[in-house]
């Protein structure tokens, strides 16, 4: 009996141990995403944009996007902007691929076919990659373009309807 008892402790000791999963409740900052959007303005040839586009699409897939808002507290001499600066508020940016009349949100956890429509993507497809930030962002995009928005436009009907045939 006392040998089960031990090897009964020993197992629920070993399972604490080993098997505890450290929750970090990681959030995309608007800071971050600005620092990302401030970065990719620098980039020179439409290839690398898009080339960049596609790396942070994919690195952004692990986080949700939340419908939640953010807290923000002023302490006694800040001013609303500093605190605002200060506050870590979850942010995504939106990637947006443009045709004349119609446009496709490209982020694959709420579009799973958004993988092989990058796939589809090139520097010859794409005419033109803005990025919209500030009230412009969020005029069009609502809360979801306070962070900035990336749109890439293309005018190539053969490429428009090869993203139609995928979706």
């Given at each position: 009996?006392?040998?089960?008892?031990?090897?009964?402790?020993?197992?629920?000791?070993?399972?604490?141990?080993?098997?505890?999963?450290?929750?970090?409740?990681?959030?995309l900052t608007e800071k971050q995403n600005a620092e990302w959007i401030s970065e990719f303005e620098k980039l020179d040839s439409k290839s690398e944009k898009i080339a960049e586009i596609k790396k942070k699409i994919f690195a952004d897939t692990i986080y949700k996007r939340q419908k939640s808002y953010c807290?923000?507290?002023?302490?006694?001499?800040?001013?609303?902007?500093?605190?605002?600066?200060?506050?870590?508020?979850?942010?995504?940016?939106?990637?947006v691929l443009g045709f004349k009349k119609i446009a496709y949100s490209l982020d694959p956890n709420e579009y799973p076919k958004t993988h092989t429509v990058l796939e589809l993507v090139t520097d010859e497809n794409i005419d033109k990659i803005t990025v919209l930030k500030g009230d412009i962002a969020s005029a069009l995009y609502g809360t979801n373009g306070r962070c900035g928005v990336v749109v890439m436009y293309s005018e190539s009907r053969k490429f428009k309807r090869k993203i139609k045939n995928v979706l």
């Amino acid at each position: 009996m006392k040998r089960l008892l031990f090897f009964a402790l020993l197992l629920s000791f070993c399972n604490t141990l080993f098997a505890q999963e450290i929750k970090t409740d990681s959030i995309l900052t608007e800071k971050q995403n600005a620092e990302w959007i401030s970065e990719f303005e620098k980039l020179d040839s439409k290839s690398e944009k898009i080339a960049e586009i596609k790396k942070k699409i994919f690195a952004d897939t692990i986080y949700k996007r939340q419908k939640s808002y953010c807290r923000i507290v002023i302490k006694n001499q800040e001013t609303i902007q500093e605190a605002m600066e200060i506050a870590n508020c979850e942010c995504k940016i939106v990637f947006v691929l443009g045709f004349k009349k119609i446009a496709y949100s490209l982020d694959p956890n709420e579009y799973p076919k958004t993988h092989t429509v990058l796939e589809l993507v090139t520097d010859e497809n794409i005419d033109k990659i803005t990025v919209l930030k500030g009230d412009i962002a969020s005029a069009l995009y609502g809360t979801n373009g306070r962070c900035g928005v990336v749109v890439m436009y293309s005018e190539s009907r053969k490429f428009k309807r090869k993203i139609k045939n995928v979706l």
